[in-house]
T-cell receptor
Framework: KAGVTQTPRYLIKTRGQQVTLSCSPI?????VSWYQQTPGQGLQFLFE???????NKGNFPGRFSGRQFSNSRSEMNVSTLELGDSALYLC????????????FGSGTQLSVL | TQLLEQSPQFLSIQEGENLTVYCNSS?????LQWYRQEPGEGPVLLVT?????EVKKLKRLTFQFGDARKDSSLHITAAQPGDTGLYLC??????????FGTGTRLLVSP
């Protein structure tokens, strides 16, 4: 069974640009959640989608948004990039039940110059 | 705001030594998970503890959940270089929402 796939692996953008990251969950998983990891703040929850609906949201500004498609693939978008958005963005998939194990992808390393 | 503090932040030891990592919070969590993350990879789940006072063993790793479900510890016996990595505790805070700890970076030298 293939794992969680995130693309691209690395991305370099400049301030003010926008970026879209993609996540393909494990086959059969209907939940995709996104996390931001930085050296200073650690791992922080962005949002979670289940069957194309956002079920849970973290404390990030509206510049961070996401969506999920009918095949459970998910994208997250960050608009008007700031230097502080430089981070490793991780997505995790699961079946979606409360307390279920999360399987993380290898992440997209975003650098904002 | 739910916070999870881990200690120590960094640990450098020799192969064969024992170590304990602590994860503390002022909040109660319904369950607590431990992950290990290696460079360039996402975190991988090691264990989930649910019941206060629960102890789980995974080979040389022993995990304990505090009686009040606010704290947890990870003990590694006879550490090996393969144990090197970032150890993260995480508390369940809703559907697929985890509150992660500050992390403990472990380096085990041969």
């Amino acid at each position: 069974k293939a794992g969680v796939t995130q693309t691209p692996r690395y991305l370099i953008k400049t301030r003010g640009q926008q970026v879209t990251l993609s996540c393909s969950p494990i086959s059969g998983h209907r939940s995709v959640s996104w996390y931001q990891q930085t050296p200073g703040q650690g791992l922080q929850f962005l949002f979670e989608y289940f069957s194309e609906t956002q079920r849970n949201k973290g404390n990030f500004p509206g510049r961070f948004s996401g969506r999920q498609f009918s095949n459970s693939r998910s994208e997250m978008n960050v608009s008007t990039l700031e230097l502080g958005d430089s981070a490793l963005y991780l997505c995790a998939s699961s079946g979606g039940q409360l307390g279920e194990k999360l399987f993380f992808g290898s992440g997209t390393q975003l650098s904002v110059l | 705001t739910q916070l999870l503090e881990q200690s120590p932040q960094f640990l450098s030891i020799q192969e064969g030594e024992n170590l304990t990592v602590y994860c503390n919070s002022s909040s109660v969590f319904s369950s607590l998970q431990w992950y290990r993350q290696e460079p360039g990879e996402g975190p991988v789940l090691l264990v989930t503890v649910v019941t206060g006072g629960e102890v789980k063993k995974l080979k040389r790793l022993t995990f304990q959940f505090g009686d009040a479900r606010k704290d947890s510890s990870l003990h590694i016996t006879a550490a090996q270089p393969g144990d090197t990595g970032l150890y993260l505790c995480a508390g369940a805070a809703g559907f697929q929402k985890l509150v992660f700890g500050t992390g403990t970076r472990l380096l085990v030298s041969p």
